[in-house]
């Protein structure tokens, strides 16, 4: 009976807990901080701050504030007492290639993106209605693109953490690389059924992108490209070409109408949601393949477990 409690609890051949009940814990303790940072968080919406609108740009600020405090302290717990694990080893490792794989991710995805856009105006899915500075003056525009690049640099981080740094890692430990990498991105596509006209080919493209940016980590051993490729994805899509992200609306500089068949486009969703988005994810996996190729990834928490899978099988 005490093997079998062990067995159910307990990895085997470690003293912690299996990744299921470690995905749990973490996932427990991530609302929990939401809950009690959110809730008091929601009423500095209602402060009038000047020359910012009260509840869409503040308030986006603020809620990935919250998500940031809430999910690197979660994750940071977890790994610490429930994996036995350091917290750089989820691909946090702080070095000479950390900025050109943040760079290289933006790039990329400011890549893929025009891609998308140039497909749009090519097949005439796509008219061009005006630009910001035609309705403001360069300050104002500069000031909302610069909010709206913190604000999806901090999506990044708190994504990636997350999906690519926890779920996937965790779920690698305790089944192996495929699972991880399909179960990760499972949640990660069930994590935006809440957007606004999310639908099953929106869920499928969500989880194409959670394959993609899987890759990016996988190729590299760090979390810095695919954090990169997730801000440039979200900050190029929106408020730079004004596509809806994820079903989103957002400040952009470029004022568009999206007229084209909503199977390929996405409809209100964004590319995301569209078969548009298959030449993109291509074109962005070969040029990762392509930066990364001389790159010798890091020995991270993630390949350890993968080899004390193997040695016990």
Known sequence: MKKTWRWAFFSSGEPRLRAGWRLLIQTFLLLTLVFCIGVPAIFLTFIPIPGMARFDEFAMLLYQIVELVAVTLSVYLARRFLDKRPFAGLGLKLDSR??????????????IMALIFGLHLAL?????????????????????????FVI?????????????????????SGTNLLWGVVISSVIF??????????????????????LFLAYAYLRTGQLWLSIGLHLGWNFFEGPVFGFPVSGLGFYSMTRITVSGPELWT????????????????????????????????????????????????
Do not use: C
């Open 189 to 210: 596509s069930v994590l935006h059924l809440s957007n606004p006209g999310a639908l099953w080919n929106s869920a499928a493209g969500i989880f194409l992108a959670g």
């Open 98 to 111: 950390t900025l050109p794989d943040l760079l290289a991710g933006i790039g990329i995805a400011a890549g």
């Open 124 to 148: 005439g899915w796509l008219t061009v209605e005006g630009f910001a500075w035609e309705r403001e003056d360069l300050p104002s525009v500069l000031g909302g693109m610069a909010l709206m």
């Open 152 to 172: 999806f640099a901090l999506t990044g981080w708190n994504e990636e953490l997350l999906s690519r740094g926890y779920h996937l890692q965790t779920l690698v």
């Open 266 to 313: 996405g409809g209100r969703f964004g590319p995301e949601a569209g078969l548009v988005l298959i030449p993109g994810l291509l074109a962005g996996a070969i040029a990762i393949y392509i930066y990364s190729k001389h790159l010798r990834p890091a020995l991270t928490s993630l390949q350890a477990d993968i080899s004390a899978q193997q040695e016990e099988k």
